[in-house]
């Protein structure tokens, strides 16, 4: 099973967008994304759920699934 760290990083990946254009596009700042990927600091669990259902429900995923 995949942490939440991972599964942010997968996510970002997912969409094609780097650190920067993730951080914008959800309006979290670029340093607390970076803190999470880099295992630096955990998020909270509800938020991942959130950043995945609006990434979804707004069909910026570009990978083929």
Not at 9 to 30: H, S, V, W
Not at 42 to 63: C, F, H, P, W
């Given at each position: 099973?995949?942490d939440?760290?991972e599964?942010?990083?997968?996510?970002?990946?997912?969409?094609?967008?780097?650190?920067?254009?993730?951080?914008?596009?959800?309006?979290?700042?670029?340093?607390?994304?970076?803190d999470?990927e880099?295992?630096n600091r955990?998020?909270?669990?509800?938020?991942?759920?959130?950043?995945?259902?609006?990434?979804?429900?707004?069909?910026?995923?570009?990978?083929d699934k």
């Open positions: 099973m995949m939440s760290r599964v942010l990083i997968k996510l970002r990946e997912e969409t094609g967008m780097n650190r920067r254009q993730f951080a914008d596009y959800f309006g979290i700042p670029y340093r607390t994304i970076q999470w880099l295992g955990k998020m909270s669990d509800y938020l991942l759920r959130l950043m995945v259902y609006k990434a979804n429900t707004e069909n910026i995923i570009k990978s």
